[in-house]
């Protein structure tokens, strides 16, 4: 049985700084694909950033050069610096890892992630 659980939100100003993180438990294997999502009430969860057991990311544009995702692949722990925090990245964020074994696929998708935490809520002012 596979849990996330999230952790390190709150409430920020404006060009500060948070971090998240993601603790897993019921992986069996080592690596997995991992990301983090944000969604905001009656919008589409959006993907901010998944990683790939090499530790290639793909993240979005609105995020790139504020936030940096990280893994530790031996414990499957996931981070999610956040730096210059503007308003509009105010959401619930949630950590996600894939249902199966996926080789080196690791897409910023929804729809491909299996396992989701229950999320952490980030409000900027």
């Known amino acids: 049985h596979v849990q996330l659980v999230e952790s390190g939100g709150g409430s920020v100003q404006a060009e500060g700084s948070l971090r998240l993180s993601c603790e897993s438990s019921g992986i069996t294997y080592r690596g997995p694909c991992m990301g983090w999502f944000r969604q905001n009430p009656g919008k589409e969860r959006e993907g901010v950033a998944p990683i790939r057991r090499g530790g290639r990311t793909t993240t979005a544009d609105s995020i790139k050069g504020r936030f940096t995702i990280s893994k530790d692949n031996a414990e499957n722990t996931l981070y999610l610096q956040m730096n210059s925090l503007k308003p509009e990245d105010t959401a619930m964020y949630y950590c996600?890892?894939?249902?199966?074994?996926?080789?080196?696929?690791?897409?910023?998708?929804?729809?491909?992630?299996?396992?989701w935490g229950q999320g952490t809520q980030v409000t900027v002012s």
């Open positions: 996600a890892a894939e249902g199966e074994y996926g080789g080196n696929w690791c897409p910023r998708s929804v729809d491909y992630f299996g396992y």
